[in-house]
Each structure stands twice: as structure tokens, then as C-alpha cells.
């Protein structure tokens, strides 16, 4: 067994792929139309992995929590660096907004920023 496909809550899939594509430089793997919503997913650049399914929030329970969790600063999935000074100064320049830039707690580089689309996002570095 093995983790094919995460998901993410996100207030518009539109809004996110631009956001997961043209901001982060993922590859968008699906796109599969299902009437109302998309099945949308996007993957790290050439790595054929792990989907991140980029999932409407319509249900009450699913908007509850994506703003629950946002409104404590919880990040809604960890995604990871091998030079996060680099991948945050390259961020910023985009644009992106970042709650907490880089810090080190032990051998880890922590930071955490938004998505645009009612998360936040740390980012790691072992």
C-alpha cells in the first residue's frame, strides 16, 4: 500500500490550479470534468507520484474546517524543500505571503505561508 493521492480543501479550483501550477510549479496530472466540480490534481514537477487533488470545500463540513483550521494557523499539508531559503526568497518575488519565513527548530527549516485558496502551507527542510 502506498499514498497516490492527498487532497486539499480549496475555495475555487481554478484559483488553485493557477495558484499550484503557475505560483508553486507543479504539473497538473488531472483534469477530469464531473459536471459542477473537476477531479484536479497536480504533482511535483516530473516526480509521477504523490497527486495532490485539489478538492472543493462546497460541502458545510469541509468549508468548516478549512476555515477552522486557518483561522488557528494550522497548515493544511506539509510539502518539502531541499533549499527553503531559496524556495521562499523565489516565492516572495512571486508574491506569495508568508506567516512565518524560515526558522530552524533542531536539524528542521520550518515555514509557512498561504495558498490563496484558505490554507496554509509549511514548508520543510530536514
Same mark, same amino acid.
Given at each position: 500500500?502506498?499514498?497516490? &493521492?492527498?487532497?486539499? /480543501?480549496v475555495?475555487?479550483? !481554478?484559483k488553485a490550479?493557477? /495558484?499550484?501550477t503557475?505560483?508553486? =510549479?507543479?504539473?497538473?496530472?488531472?483534469d477530469?470534468?464531473?459536471?459542477?466540480?473537476?477531479?484536479?490534481?497536480? $504533482?511535483?514537477?516530473?516526480s =509521477?507520484q504523490?497527486e495532490? *487533488?485539489?478538492?472543493?470545500? &462546497?460541502?458545510? !463540513?469541509a468549508? !468548516?474546517?478549512q476555515q477552522?483550521?486557518?483561522e488557528?494557523?494550522?497548515?493544511?499539508?506539509?510539502?518539502?524543500?531541499?533549499d527553503?531559503?531559496?524556495?521562499?526568497?523565489?516565492?516572495v !518575488?512571486?508574491?506569495?505571503?508568508f506567516?512565518?519565513?524560515?526558522a530552524?527548530?533542531?536539524?528542521? $527549516?520550518?515555514?509557512?505561508?498561504?495558498?490563496s485558496? =484558505?490554507?496554509?502551507?509549511q *514548508?520543510v527542510?530536514?
Open positions: 500500500m502506498d499514498v497516490k &493521492t492527498a487532497s486539499i /480543501f475555495e475555487d479550483q !481554478a490550479l493557477t /495558484f499550484y503557475d505560483i508553486l =510549479g507543479f504539473e497538473k496530472v488531472s477530469i470534468d464531473l459536471g459542477e466540480y473537476r477531479w484536479l490534481t497536480v $504533482s511535483s514537477a516530473g =509521477g504523490t495532490l *487533488l485539489l478538492e472543493p470545500n &462546497t460541502h458545510p !463540513a468549508r !468548516a474546517y477552522a483550521i486557518y488557528d494557523s494550522i497548515p493544511a499539508t506539509v510539502f518539502h524543500s531541499v527553503i531559503q531559496q524556495e521562499c526568497q523565489e516565492l !518575488a512571486k508574491g506569495v505571503v506567516k512565518d519565513l524560515p530552524k527548530i533542531g536539524d528542521v $527549516s520550518i515555514a509557512v505561508f498561504d495558498d485558496c =484558505g490554507n496554509w502551507i *514548508l527542510q530536514v
